[in-house]
């Protein structure tokens, strides 16, 4: 749970940030607490394999994707490349010189 906020203080901005970290602390407390009960019916009803599919389908449905991982690698890349040095805050600005 430390991890999950702390990630999303790195990435979101401040104004996104209180929405993001609901939405982690939500699924933190309740997947945990809804996930074997829906396992258990969907076992029961259509084999311990329809568990593991359900998984892999939740997996590619929800997983975020990577596209503003890619846009702040290009970010860094570009800046680095213009000024000579990266050094990256952690709030989406970058400054000159070395960390």
């Known amino acids: 749970m430390a991890i999950g906020g702390a990630t999303v203080a790195d990435v979101m901005s401040q104004h996104e940030r209180g929405r993001a970290v609901a939405v982690v602390t939500l699924a933190t407390l ?6 074997p009960v829906i396992g258990s019916y969907l076992g029961a009803a259509k084999g311990w394999r329809s ?3 359900c998984l ?6 929800f997983h975020p994707k990577p596209t503003y991982l890619h846009a702040q690698v290009k970010k ?9 040095g990266c050094c990256y805050s952690g709030n989406g600005r970058f400054a000159a010189g070395n960390p």
């Open 51 to 53: 568990i593991f599919w």
């Open 76 to 84: 860094a890349l570009t800046f680095e490349i213009n000024t000579g």
């Open 56 to 61: 892999a389908i939740a997996v590619r449905v």
């Open 30 to 35: 309740f997947v945990p607490a809804v996930g």
